[in-house]
């Protein structure tokens, strides 16, 4: 039995930067152990002489050739911007006053 | 007369544009026409697009300039929302992305404008295709053209019902764990899963990247492969993509049609993917369908896969986890949605992400930040992968004895909107059948089987080969679909409502 507690979900959306309220937060930790109770069976089967598999099929040293390619103008880079000064993208705030 | 163009096959239409019969100005005006009729009830579209008849009238002149162009030149297709259009909306289904028009197209997407393809418009689906029915799309659910208070399958339920409904002859979808197979099998149409790097993934907004690939949908295994030819190959801006050269798949698909036999061939039928969970009709047409090959010559071989009962477990770790990663992309910065919140630019972000993303989103994000904390990893994600290992190996071992796998491509045909939303488990095992497919990078194929005695509803058949054999699949998948077709005496689609607008109300109170 997994034992998910509401605070640890509070931390998993803050480490997810996700503002979840806290109604979100009760259900989420009733659904999230009941997920993880049902998923948890993968340890059964998976010894220490399995080895693991991340990628399907494995490419290995995937390289282009070192010359420019096509990329994007800054206009176009910065078209679906929520904001932006012309050539660069704003934000408010990076550190907060106790920062 | 004009209506008549809907309810041809891509390969028809093709034929008939290439023998100037009938203008692409013609076959995409009715198209259009189609959706302007149906789509109000059946949903399939986010966007339609604005340029479809210039781009249709750029066709026909280059055509009668005597131009050479692909075969599919003129004919129109629909995209999944997933994937990023230069002149459209691309949104993956989310509030984060609405309104958001890509600076570029994904490769599919310049590959299907090189072939002069028609782009009807863009599809509905599940929030970033996380789903099995099309209902966590921001946008409202798609409806299943068969019995519109179900749904359609997800997450690419949008093309699925596209296709189904005469709204567009061809579609793109994407498959992360069965997103194109099972919205074919419940709606009664062709849906195709490629090798995992068979087809470019750049432009597709990521779910799992190690799990997803784009597809054809259609109603025939033809005009599938007749678009997988247009869409597969080496993308260099895809790092996962193969360099294979690979051969003609309409080429294949044509000889399975034209054999329709199954002479020598040897079909495994896994029996973990047929039992438990399974709608009894579903498993009586798998049954009868698996007569009809056995009749047809191919030898029926009964293979188990161990490991496939641990698919779903491992799915649910391996995806969350590469989701949680890749969706930290969307961080009020760069593009899509800002929040109005004061603050850091974190602040902002957190409060961004709060609003812009939907409840399954928020689920699968949060499970795959647990399963990737320290302290977890191990047990979970490391575990994961390590079953991805033993259901290759399972893989490996059926096909030594086999030269495709089947079962049915869903469990259960398509269920009522809102019966599962509030279960995520029993949202997650509509999946059972088309996971391993995707954790082992096999490629599969839904097309259908027969509709389901119990509730008159479409079921899909799986078909399955080794990696790197998708031609044996559109061979395969070809003969079958003959087979069947031949059965029944029509195809499967035939027997849909016609959604024409007077039986619209008869449709949804569920008489028709």
């Known amino acids: 039995m997994s034992e998910i507690t509401s605070d640890q979900v509070a931390h998993l959306a803050h480490l997810a930067r996700i503002a979840l309220a806290p109604d979100e937060i009760e259900r989420l930790t009733g659904e999230l152990g009941t997920i993880v109770d049902s998923i948890a069976k993968v340890s059964e089967v998976a010894g220490p002489d399995v080895p693991a598999t991340s990628h399907p099929i494995a490419l290995a040293n995937v390289f282009r050739p070192d010359v420019p390619g096509a990329t994007l103008t800054p206009e176009e880079a910065l078209a679906g911007a929520p904001d932006h000064d012309g050539s660069r993208f704003r934000v408010s705030a990076i550190l907060g006053e106790e920062q | 007369m004009r209506d008549d163009l809907t309810r041809l096959d891509a390969s028809e239409l093709a034929a008939r544009l290439a023998a100037k019969d009938v203008s692409s100005v013609e076959v995409v005006t009715a198209h259009l026409d189609r959706i302007a009729a149906v789509d109000p009830d059946v949903h399939a579209f986010l966007h339609v697009s604005e340029a479809a008849v210039s781009s249709a009238a750029d066709v026909d002149s280059r055509r009668l300039a005597g131009e050479r162009m692909g075969e599919l030149a003129g ?9 990023c259009t230069a002149d459209m909306p691309s949104t993956a289904g989310s509030r984060m992305l609405e309104g958001w028009t890509p600076p570029y197209d994904a490769t599919v997407v310049r590959r299907l404008r090189e072939a002069h ?55 793109l979808g994407s498959d992360t764990g069965g997103s194109i197979r099972q919205p074919a099998a419940v709606t009664g149409s062709v849906g195709m899963k490629p090798t995992y790097g068979g087809v470019s993934r750049y432009g597709a907004i990521a779910l799992a990247s190690s799990l997803d690939q784009v597809g054809p949908v259609s109603r025939s295994v ?5 678009v997988h030819d247009v869409i ?65 010559g ?15 477990a491992a799915y649910y770790l391996i995806l969350p986890a590469e989701a949680s990663s890749n969706l930290a992309k969307f961080d009020s910065v760069r593009f899509g949605l800002r929040a109005e919140a004061g603050g850091t630019v974190e602040d902002v972000m957190a409060a961004t992400r709060e609003q812009g993303f939907g409840d399954e989103v928020k689920r699968r994000v949060i499970l ?11 047990a979970y994600y490391g575990s994961a992968q390590k079953v991805r290992t033993l259901i290759q190996r399972d893989f490996d071992a059926a096909f030594e004895r086999t030269d495709v796998l089947v079962s049915p491509a869903a469990p259960t045909t398509a269920f009522r909107l809102g019966e599962k939303l509030d279960d995520p488990l029993a949202m997650y095992l509509n999946d059972i059948a088309t996971i391993p497919a995707n954790l082992a990078g096999v490629p599969g194929m839904g097309l259908p089987m027969g509709l389901a005695p119990e509730d008159g509803l ?45 039986e619209m109300g008869a449709a949804r109170a569920g008489a028709v």
């Open chain 2, 75 to 83: 004919v129109p297709i629909a995209v999944k929302d997933v994937l």
């Open chain 2, 232 to 296: 597969g190959g080496h993308d260099p801006r895809d790092s996962t993509s193969l360099a294979d050269e690979w051969p003609s798949f309409a080429d294949a698909a044509r000889a399975g049609r034209a054999s329709a036999s199954l002479a020598g061939v040897r079909v495994g039928v896994v029996t973990e993917l047929n039992g438990e969970g399974f709608q009894p009709g579903v498993r009586q047409r798998f049954a009868e369908a698996l007569e009809l090959m056995a009749a047809s």
């Open chain 2, 117 to 171: 393809l028609v782009l009807l418009g863009k599809t509905n689906m599940d929030e970033f295709a996380m789903g099995s029915s099309t209902e966590h799309s921001a946008f409202g659910p798609t409806r299943n053209p068969w019995d519109l208070d179900r749904i359609p399958g997800g997450s690419g339920g949008g093309s699925a019902a596209a296709v189904s409904a005469f709204e567009a002859p061809v579609a």
């Open chain 2, 458 to 502: 479409p079921t899909g058949l799986q078909i399955m080969a080794p990696a790197r054999q998708d031609a044996r699949v559109y061979e395969v998948g070809a003969a079958v679909e003959a087979l069947l077709d031949a059965q029944r005496g029509h195809r499967l689609l035939a027997d849909a409502p016609s959604l024409a607008p007077a």
């Open chain 2, 298 to 312: 191919a030898e029926i071989v009964e293979v188990s896969a161990p490991h496939f009962e641990y698919a779903i």
């Open chain 2, 368 to 378: 795959g930040t647990y399963a990737l904390s320290a302290g977890y990893y191990d």
């Open chain 2, 222 to 226: 033809l005009d599938a492969a007749l």
